[in-house]
């Protein structure tokens, strides 16, 4: 079973800031998935209904993009992507599946307000 909450972001002195942020927490299979907003969630569903994963080589053209001039400076084993820094895990098929409907179900709340 999942546990799908928002949780308020403290600042490091551990009081909350003047402006309300919160993220979005996803607990599902042992693991705790953290979203900043929505598009960040909607990416990783994205990703968890693909069977087949990307590749985790990055263009240099879009490397740049991202990076910004000192790019050249940069080993490849700097550079890491957020899905590649997930327990793979999570990739088997059962667990993949139960992420993928954890993930679905807090979109769900979020589009209805009930987040």
């Given at each position: 079973m999942a546990r799908i909450?928002?949780?308020?972001?403290?600042?490091?002195?551990?009081?909350?800031n003047l402006i309300p942020r919160s993220v979005i927490v996803v607990e599902v299979v042992s693991f705790t998935f953290r979203f900043a907003d929505v598009s960040q969630l909607q990416?990783?569903?994205?990703?968890?209904?693909?069977?087949?994963?990307?590749?985790?080589?990055i263009p240099a053209k879009e490397l740049a993009a991202e990076l910004g001039e000192d790019w050249r400076e940069l080993r490849g084993w700097e550079v890491e992507r957020w899905f590649e820094r997930l327990p793979m895990y999570l990739l088997e098929e059962p667990k993949r599946q139960k992420v993928l409907k954890a993930l679905e179900k807090a979109e769900n709340l979020l589009e209805s307000g009930k987040l």
């Open positions: 909450s928002r949780e308020p972001i403290k600042s490091e002195d551990g009081k909350q990416k990783c569903i994205a990703y968890y209904k693909t069977k087949t994963r990307p590749t985790s080589r």
